[in-house]
């Protein structure tokens, strides 16, 4: 019997979930270790395949565990791995982009060459079966002679708008070319071969904090042989495009291939009223199969094999069938895409690719305010809030960098671990108050009692250790139950005494709140409970899931009839209200920061049309259904599935998304003097008008 491929996954992050459950499905392959410099992160996806747990590349090599690794770490370190591991006689699949420029590609190809081990792309959406399909029916020739190939990636990138800032991805102009280019440009390289980059265009440009300007719009025109190639990028609020386009001289083949779907408009020998109502039928046709076919393939899977799920699972087939090296995801073909990306980054205007200098600073920060969390949408607010107010604060981000590069002489960004309760402590030495605006999105409870309730608790503890005066911690008026709409929702209303059919996140952040204020009653925490409503404003994102879910940017279910008053609030009121926390006489209090009753849910999107002239598909959403397909999940997870710790679904905790219960926001108002936003015509401009919601 032959022994499986034993497969190492090199970071552990989103995208290494989409590698792991791939590769867990491809016969003959065995994810066997999951390393990370976060062990928490790397321990919470090794349990799922019984995986190895290493928090250094070198740890992992010594052990002898791996025949290959899985390279998924931001893209600036993938080129130092990636040689690394292949000098140690490890075949490397590392995401795109593989590297910062062709040459590192090359660099890494010449060392696999040498080593006699294969270096292959994470192009994986070449692995899709409707991808395979087009390439193969060009080939033969059923397209006819091919004299254009169009590539479109149309999808909205909210770190654009509303962070975080520090991405790999945002860190130069270039970065977003290349992220998003292998995915265009790979296709190209594979259907016709190396292209000539004629022409660059961007547009629709957006400025990151400190006046830093990207650009949300590339056009690229090339041309391979005699097919003109044009390529797209759009990151805007925009209708989701990623399609790939060919039109032959017999036919035009188009390609969607976020939805694995494969289209194929021909001409036919009909006359007159027949012939184009035959082309239509055969387009209905088409799209019919194809929704039937991947509504089934998702039914028979329990929703597992979404079409970028079977991106991966393709690209995996391919690369551990036994077979040699799949020119798909060569090495060889790295090198063309990144080349390909090169030449056309030489063709950008230097002006359109300078990262803005930021203000020399004059001086060293003394913070009295520490910020956990304030690289996110509220705590970018507040830390401005502060620094005009007249503080120095200090933010606790995973990197060195953050979102406010105009303010050198008033914000210093820190590294700490929220795991860590010296590290914590450290970072709040010479601080008067520290705001808490951490949250955990985690899938389990446990996750979260380790993640959000102890990440909470620990940052009391430090608060303690180093002498804080105030703690003010954000939680969430999701914690409540909303459901009723004869009751009204002030501070002394409190959580469901059974929280275990409520979503994990409300759960956990009331949770988090008992265990403070427990401290407080016990040790004497100074703390305060800030809870929030839905918050809009410059900089917050148009998809707001507090508002209903949605299909993309144009289209939204909102939570329920969608007629009830909702609980919005302006970003820079809650700041405000924050600040207000600071020295007031209020320890062991909670504050539910909800700005005046003005909009419904409808209303909302009524005036996003009338202010920027966009009519967004707004549909009720029945609570009920919403209910009972999350039981049927409930139970297909639980028993069919097997999967350990599944939330019991609750009518209440769909019906609280409606937020039918309407607030009472008399104690903020009373007790802080806060004054949130109370014209109707001035919310709406702060809200919507200038808040860039969809990018340009």
């Given amino acids: ?16 979930t989409w590698h792991a459950e791939a590769l867990a499905a491809t016969p003959g392959v065995q994810v066997a270790a999951v ?3 976060s062990e928490n992160a790397a321990k919470a996806l090794a349990i799922g395949y019984g995986a190895r747990v290493f928090s250094t590349v070198d740890e992992l090599i010594a052990a002898k565990c791996c025949d290959a690794v899985h390279i998924l770490t931001p893209p600036h370190l993938h080129k130092e791995i990636a040689l690394n591991c292949i000098n140690h006689g490890l075949h490397v699949l590392v995401e795109k982009p593989v590297a910062e420029s062709a040459s590192e590609t090359q660099e890494i190809q010449s060392a696999a060459e040498a080593a006699g081990v294969h270096f292959n792309a994470g192009h994986n959406f070449l692995g899709l079966p409707s991808y395979e399909r087009l390439k193969s029916d060009m080939q033969a020739g059923a397209y006819g002679r091919i004299s254009t190939l169009e590539v479109n990636w149309a999808l909205p990138l909210a770190p654009l708008r509303s962070g975080p800032f ?11 070319l290349l992220e998003l280019g292998p995915h265009l440009m790979a296709f190209v390289v594979d259907l016709l071969g190396a292209p000539l980059i ?5 547009s629709k440009p957006t400025d990151l904090p400190g006046a830093d300007t990207r650009y949300q719009s590339w056009r690229i025109i090339a041309a391979v042989g005699d097919v003109d190639v044009t390529l797209n990028i759009s990151l805007v609020e925009t209708m989701d495009d990623r399609s790939v386009t060919l039109r032959g001289s017999s036919a035009r083949a188009r390609l969607d291939y976020a939805q694995d779907v494969l289209i194929v408009e021909r001409e036919n020998t009909s006359d007159l009223i027949v012939n184009p109502l035959r082309r239509q039928l055969d387009l209905s046709r088409q799209h019919l199969w194809q929704g039937l076919k991947n509504a089934g393939i998702q039914l028979a899977s329990l929703n597992t094999k979404n079409p970028y799920g079977r991106s991966f699972r393709g690209m995996d087939a391919a690369l551990y069938s036994g077979g040699a090296q799949d020119p798909r995801f060569s090495g060889a073909s790295a090198v063309t895409v990144m080349q390909a990306i090169d030449d056309a980054l030489a063709l950008v205007p230097d002006f359109k690719l300078q990262v803005a200098t930021p203000p020399v600073q004059t001086r ?9 969390g304030g690289t996110g949408f509220i705590g970018r607010a507040l830390t401005r809030r502060l620094v005009a107010d007249g503080r120095d604060v200090r933010v606790l981000s ?32 010479g601080v008067d108050v520290v705001f808490n605006l951490a949250k955990a999105l985690e899938t389990t409870w446990e996750a979260c009692l380790q993640n959000d309730v102890g990440v909470a608790t620990r940052i009391g503890e430090a608060c303690e250790k180093a002498g804080v005066k105030r703690l003010i911690y954000t939680g969430t008026i999701a914690s409540y139950d909303m459901s009723d709409p004869k009751v009204q929702i002030t501070e002394d209303t409190g959580f469901p005494e059974d929280m275990t059919d409520r979503n994990l996140y409300a759960r956990s952040k009331a949770e988090c709140e008992r265990q403070l204020m427990q401290m407080h009653r016990e040790r004497g925490l100074p703390v305060v409970i800030a809870r929030p409503g839905i918050v809009v404003g410059e900089g917050g994102p148009l998809q707001h899931w507090g508002i209903g879910r949605w299909h993309g940017a144009g ?9 009830n008053i909702l609980p919005f609030v302006l970003n820079d009121d809650i700041a405000d209200g924050l600040v207000r926390m600071i020295d007031a006489d209020v320890e062991g209090q909670s504050f539910n920061l909800i700005g005046e009753p003005m909009l419904s849910g409808r ?19 029945n609570l009920y259904a919403f209910y009972a397909s999350d039981a049927v999940k409930y139970g297909l997870k639980k028993y069919a599935l097997r999967k350990k710790g599944v939330i019991r679904p609750s009518l209440a905790d769909w019906k609280s998304r409606a937020h039918f219960s309407p607030f009472v926001n008399t104690r903020p108002k009373e007790v802080l003097g806060w004054q949130p936003e109370s014209d109707p015509a001035r919310f709406v401009e702060r809200a919507i008008t200038r808040a860039n919601l969809f990018g340009f």
């Avoid at 019997?1 to 996954?9: A, K």
């Avoid at 790999?168 to 977003?176: D, S, T, V």
């Avoid at 209303?603 to 959403?621: E, H, K, M, T, W």
């Fill in 398 to 429: 995973r990197g060195r960098s953050g979102p406010f590069p105009d303010l050198p002489d008033q914000v210093e960004t820190v590294g700490a671990s929220l795991h860590d309760l010296d590290q914590l402590t450290a970072a709040m030495q």
């Fill in 364 to 372: 060293k920060p003394k913070p009295t305010a520490l910020v956990i």
């Fill in 198 to 202: 004629k022409q660059v265009k961007l």
């Fill in 603 to 621: 209303a909302y999107f009524d005036a996003i049309n009338q202010a920027l002239g966009a009519r967004l598909r707004v549909s009720p959403g």
């Fill in 555 to 563: 289209a939204v279910r909102i939570w329920g009839h969608g007629r």
């Fill in 166 to 176: 520090n991405l790999w991805l945002l860190r130069e102009p270039k970065n977003l």
């Fill in 1 to 16: 019997m032959t022994s499986p491929t034993r497969i190492g996954l090199i970071g552990a992050g989103y995208i290494a």
């Fill in 35 to 37: 390393c990370d410099l």
